[in-house]
Every structure is written in C-alpha cells, then in structure tokens.
C-alpha cells in the first residue's frame, strides 16, 4: 500500500523492564522455563472523535474494556515487545516497550501479568495523535506491516473506524445508506491501496463509538462501519473481530490536533467517494500533462469501469495540490483544477458516460494529510496530497495547517 511512511518507525521509545530477565531462571522450587519472546502492535492512543481508552480516575490507570484488558494480559505469559501507533493523520509507531516477565519465583511470575497490563495502560495513556485527523487505513497498514514478522499475528485496534485523511476520508461523502463497500474496495486495489494484513488476525474494540466534537454516527452508518472495514481487512489478506463491547463516552483530556467531525446525516443513499493518488497517476512538475499518458489512460479506463453505474449522475472532479513552502495558494488551485479538467477529459474519453464537474482546490483539500519531516520524508507527505478526487457531491476548502 503506498502511503508515503513505509515501515512504522519508533518516534519515542519507553524503555521499561522489571527485574528478571527472560530465559529459564533457577528458583527455590526448581527451574522455570520462559516461553519464547513475542510481539505486540496495538492502533490506540488519544486523538479527537473516539473515547479515551483509559480510565485515570482509579489509583492506578486501567483500560476501560474489560474484555480488551483480559486478551492483553493473556499474552504477558512471556517477555512482550509492544508497539503502539495512534491513527492520527500520520500513522507511525510512537511508543515501543519491553515488558519483561519476572519469574525469580511462583509468587512473582504470578502476579508479573497484572504489573506489565498497568505498565501497558500508562503507556497508552501517554500516547497521543501529534498531527491533525486520522488515517485509519494507513494505520492498520502500518500496523499489519510491524505485525508481519511476529508469531502470533494478532493486531489490536481501538478506534470508531470514523476516518478523516487517505483514500478513506470519509467527511467527503464516503458513506450513505445505499453505498456499495465492493466498489470502494476495488478502487481502494486499483490504486494499490489496500493494507498488508497477510495471516493478521484484527482484534476490534470501540467501532461506531465517538466523542466530542464527533457526533453519534445512526445506525445505518454504524452497519457501513463494519462491512467496510470487514471487507477491507480481509481484501488484505487478514480477518476481523469486532467486539461491541459498550465504551464510556468520555473525551480524551488535554489539547489534541484538530479531526474534522464526519456528518453521517446529510449524505446520499449512494454516494461516490474515490481517490486518485499520485502513484496511480501522476503529473508533469507545475503542469496538467500527465507524465505517462498511457499508464494514465490504463488506469483512468479501471477507474470509468468502477464507476460505470454512476451514468447519468453528476460526478465532480477535484484536483488537490502539497502545499510546499513558499508556493502561492492561487498558482497551486489553477494548477489543481488543469489537472482535474485533464483527468475529466481521460474519464470521458474512457466511456464514463456521467456528468462531470471539475473543480481546483490546491493544498485545502478536506481529508489532506499532514506534511511533515524534510528531505525524502517531506517529498513522501507531499506526495499523498497530490491527487484527484471523484465525489457525488462539490467539496469546500478548508483551511490548510501545513
């Protein structure tokens, strides 16, 4: 999946340990014998729009899931290396721990499981979305990817699946009572966007379940939740639980970045949402003219088949921009909307049959990722904001943040 972050690298590491090492360790009563080390990836952490996954208010913090907490403390039977990667707009692993099994004798190895769980709930109280909305699909690519190499391929997510950013930003129109999750997932393949979830087994908690500013998603939305998500996990080779334990509606504390609240109520029954990323076609520097015409066209031809039962609509095609420094906002929106007329004229040309609409948004395109970092990192941000959009309905601007 081209997301721009590649593997999940560590932005902070909490380096924890008890007293023990792993191993078999001599005791009073004999040796005892460690199992072999093994991995842990969870999608958690604060961000605006989902309930904290912690509950401060007790002597120690807890995870607010009772049956989240006993399938974590079930696997610190060994020493645990655990990966935490928030799914805000930038999704990478920001906390990494080893928790260590203390088996100096029976009383310890015993109570070793609780200590590491506690561990592990102030670890996720601590982390925290550091840019602005939530890539959703990136994370559990993220995710899938850190899991690949660990015996038990099992990924924890907590999160309401309300994503904000990526080819699955839903504040666009993604959803509606009517919207057909097959086609979402093929356009999602075609531009080689579908997560590495190969053998992962995807634990789910907290699905369709928000927090302010997010408001509560009806039920049809809720049912659209789950079947996309299901079908996008198993289209990446995984499966998925989802646990519909209920969660205390309380807003994570504290300032965190801005996730734009997604209007389930105001949508259409079958609405058209589909991103073109730059790696599926990609433009000359500063013009409208693609760089490969006929991989373009290849591409464009998939695109018309997928949405060839939207004939007869009105599709509006919008260009997006990055936003590099020192580049002038309204160079950057004539430039996007040349693009979005080159890709309406290939779509028609394709034999899709709709009405098009074309429109130029520049860098303030809603569901844009953070770009961040510099050098190659800088150029990868940017390049998941160069792209077109296909909707159903014409998108506003918002306001560009970096």
Known sequence: ????????????????????LGGATVTGCGAQTVPPPGEMVLIAGSRQGVPSVIDGSGRVPQIIISSMRQQLINRFDR???????????????????RLVLDVRNGEKRQQSPENNIVRLSNSLGDVRASSGESDLLGALDAGGRASATAADKTLYVYDSGVSTAGPLAM????????TDVSTIVESLRT????????GVMVQWWALGQVAAPQSDPPVWARSKLKELWTAVVEAGGGKVTFHDDAVLASPPAGSLPKVTPVEFGNVQAKPVSLTIPESQISFLPNAPDFVDAESAMKSLHQIAAILKDSSGQTLWVTGCTANPAGASASVMQDLSKRRAHTVADALTKAGLSATLKVQGLGPACPGRSPETG????????????????????ELAPIPVQG
Do not use: F, Y
């Open 191 to 198: 531009a080689g966007n579908i997560p590495a979830l190969n």
């Open 374 to 393: 510099s050098g190659a990192d800088l150029e990868a941000s940017h390049a998941k904001n160069r792209l077109v959009l296909i909707t159903s309905r």
């Open 79 to 97: 020493d645990m290396t655990v990966s935490i990667i928030p799914a805000d707009g930038d999704p990478q692993a920001q906390a990494t721990e």
């Open 1 to 20: 999946m081209r997301i721009g972050i590649g593997k999940p690298t560590a932005r902070r590491i909490i380096a924890m340990s008890l007293l023990a």
């Open 171 to 178: 504040q666009n129109g993604l959803l509606g009572t009517g």
